[in-house]
């Protein structure tokens, strides 16, 4: 019985194809935008993951940071950045400084790899004829390209001895040498020059490293790209008046409860700032930080899902408006049926499976457009799409839901036709 009332339903929706067209509208609409929203907020949650997850699941964010104001989780975490306190600055006494980093090193020297060290240095380029190469300077430290997973291609990362001479080293990517070396010979102890906004500087090559794009793309073409020119801290801060640092990384050893460390490390900052009743030194680890980012990006994303998921109710509702059209078009075959013995419940199972149909295909070419929509969207940002199952399998579910609630008025209606007033009507 239920595959012949599919089939009734099946032949109907081929007889009336531009109102089943419009009848589908609406649940079309409503599925094609919780998909395609849902693959590109899983997109984008799994790009961000996979960001952070670079910077090492055992690294562990030293920020300085006002009192009384909420953790910033995303202060600290640029390669080469500094943290961010609302416009308000904390002074040099304020600052991580050598020696609280010598301590750290020494209190937890057996749980630790070492404290990576950054410092913009500012943006500049380099240039030899008509070649050139768009650079951002960091100073870093030797530990810096651990923290990070700096993988190096060519020579050498910066050293302590480069540390220690301030010395005019530099590690470029292989974008720079694309740019600047295009004729394939090592760029490894050529001198650079790079031209910034009030100096020009001179650096040699000691290393390549392979760039990685950050976030979620850019327009900019491989040859106008800016990458990262590492030198030495001590070189890039020898100019500076303030040599102390707003956050730095330190590293734990594979093995080490991440969070157990992240936890004694704040107990034993806070002693350096105990004194301090303006700034503090907040301690958080890239898992709390992954943990935090996912949960949000995943709400944004059922958030938005569900206002979409309105449309799905203006579908349910056009759905139910044109089973009730059916209904009166089709009193006399009603009645007919009911004449040669038909009960209710054969009514309202033709009707509501007449219903789901129309809600099930809708809901599959709603499926298939998200899919094709949140796919292109993701590939525009420049992060790979990624399909739940489970969203697309749970849309064609809610659809079929939505039909059989939406469904049931119209049948029920018909299944309570007198089938002598049906028969009469006109």
């Known amino acids: 019985m239920i595959w012949e009332n ?17 009848t589908m509208l609406g649940i079309i609409i409503g599925i094609m935008s919780i998909i395609g929203i849902m693959t590109i907020g899983d997109a984008m949650t799994t790009s961000v993951s ?7 699941t055992n690294n562990i964010t030293l920020n300085v940071q006002e009192r009384g104001s909420e953790t910033n989780m995303f202060a ?9 306190n609302g416009g308000k600055q904390p002074e040099t006494d304020d600052l991580i400084t050598d020696q609280i980093i010598a301590e750290i090193k020494e209190e937890f020297a057996d749980e630790i790899d070492g404290v990576s060290i950054s410092f913009s240095s500012g943006a500049g380029k380099a240039q030899e004829g008509e070649l050139y190469a768009n650079i951002a300077i960091t100073g870093v430290n030797a530990d810096y ?32 040498v694309n740019n600047m070396f295009p004729g394939g010979e090592s760029p490894l102890g050529k001198t650079v020059k790079i031209y910034k906004a009030a100096a020009i500087e001179m650096y040699t090559i000691i290393g390549v490293y392979q760039h990685e794009q950050m976030g979620f793309g850019g327009t900019a073409s491989e040859k106008d790209v800016t990458t990262t020119l590492y030198i030495p801290v001590t ?12 956050n730095v ?29 303006d700034w503090q030194l907040s301690v958080s680890n ?57 009960q209710n419940y ?13 809600s099930v295909v809708g809901g599959i070419i709603g499926m298939i457009l998200g899919i094709a929509i949140g796919s292109a969207a993701s590939n525009f940002l420049g992060v790979p799409p990624v399909i739940s199952p489970v969203n697309t399998i749970g849309s064609v579910l809610f659809s079929m839901i939505i039909g059989i609630v939406f469904g049931l008025y119209p049948a029920n209606k018909a299944a309570k036709l007198d089938p002598i007033d049906a028969l009469r009507y006109e």
């Open 6 to 22: 599919i089939l009734l339903a099946l032949t109907s929706l081929r007889s009336n194809k531009m109102r089943a067209l419009l």
């Open 50 to 56: 996979g960001e952070l997850s670079s910077f090492g």
């Open 76 to 84: 600290g975490m640029g390669r080469g950045g500094g943290g961010d």
């Open 145 to 176: 390209g651990t923290a990070n997973n700096v993988t190096m291609l060519q020579g050498s990362f910066i050293a302590e001895s480069d540390e220690a001479n301030k010395s005019q080293s530099a590690v470029v990517s292989d974008k720079f």
């Open 235 to 246: 070189t890039a801060k020898q100019d500076v008046l303030e040599k102390n640092y707003s």
């Open 249 to 277: 990384t330190v590293i734990g050893k594979v093995g080490v409860d991440v969070n157990d460390l992240t936890g004694r490390l704040q107990l034993f900052c806070d002693a350096f700032y105990a004194g301090n009743d």
């Open 286 to 342: 890239m898992s709390s930080m992954l943990d935090t980012v996912e949960s949000m990006l995943g709400t944004i994303s059922i958030a938005i899902a569900f206002i979409a998921g309105i449309s799905l109710l203006v579908g349910g509702i056009g759905v139910m408006n044109i089973m009730l059209v059916s209904v009166t078009e089709r009193t006399k075959e009603i009645g007919t049926r009911k004449a040669l013995g038909a």
């Open 346 to 358: 054969h009514i309202q199972l033709q009707f509501v499976t007449e219903a789901v149909i129309v």
